[in-house]
Each structure stands twice: as structure tokens, then as C-alpha cells.
């Protein structure tokens, strides 16, 4: 089973740029479609980015536009390029295998990303 670690959060002002990324050690990592969740403080967590084996994504209406998800299987490493940084963008991100509304891996720790006004 692989086991996720996410990495490359901080503290940030609005309109800056982040690079999150997503480790799975184990096997099978570049069989899964791939996401990134964003629990803000005092909601749910959301899907906000995905992306196919083969490297097909798709984006929140929220991210369009200022977010980009990629991954290198090669390193069974998954990435989220996030541009024009909100303070709305604030919040632990996680790393997944969605199917539906379950994951398909145990959750990692997240990276807490902090936007200031």
C-alpha cells in the first residue's frame, strides 16, 4: 500500500506562489488518479485538484486559473503549483487516490499552507 507525505507549505502573503508536493512510498503510486484535498480551518476538506495516471487533471472552480497539479511517476511524486495565493486559500493540504466521495489511501500529516492579507 502506499503511504503518502506532503511537504512545501509555510506562511505566505496574498499573491505569492507555493509548490506543494506528495510523496507515496510503496507500490502502485502511478496507478491511481491523484488529488489534492484543502481542509480550511472549521470546513470540510475538499478536492480541490486531480490528475489521471496519464496526466489528465481536473480543477476547482475556486483554483482555476492560479493552481496546477502535475506529477512524476518516475519519483511516485505528486505536486500542486499554486499561483496569486488567497488568504481563502489557507489550510491543511492533503494528498489522496479519490474514487467518488472515499480515498483509496490513508491520509498523510497534510502541509499546512497560510495566506496573510
Known amino acids: 500500500q502506499v503511504q503518502l507525505e506532503e511537504s512545501g507549505g509555510g506562511l505566505v502573503r496574498t499573491g505569492d506562489s507555493l509548490r506543494l508536493s506528495c510523496t507515496g512510498a510503496g507500490s502502485y503510486f502511478d496507478y491511481y488518479t491523484m488529488g489534492w484535498y484543502r481542509q480550511a480551518p472549521g470546513k470540510q476538506r475538499e478536492l480541490v485538484a486531480d490528475?489521471?495516471?496519464?496526466?489528465?487533471?481536473e480543477l476547482a472552480d475556486s483554483v482555476k486559473g492560479r493552481f496546477n497539479i502535475s506529477r512524476d511517476n518516475s519519483k511516485n511524486t505528486l505536486y500542486l503549483h499554486m499561483n496569486s495565493l488567497e488568504p481563502e486559500d489557507t489550510g491543511v493540504y492533503y494528498c489522496?487516490?479519490?474514487?467518488?466521495?472515499?480515498?483509496?489511501?490513508?491520509w498523510g500529516q497534510g502541509t499546512q499552507v497560510t495566506v496573510s492579507s
Open positions: 490528475i489521471s495516471p496519464r496526466g489528465a487533471m
Open positions: 489522496n487516490a479519490p474514487a467518488g466521495r472515499v480515498v483509496l489511501l490513508p
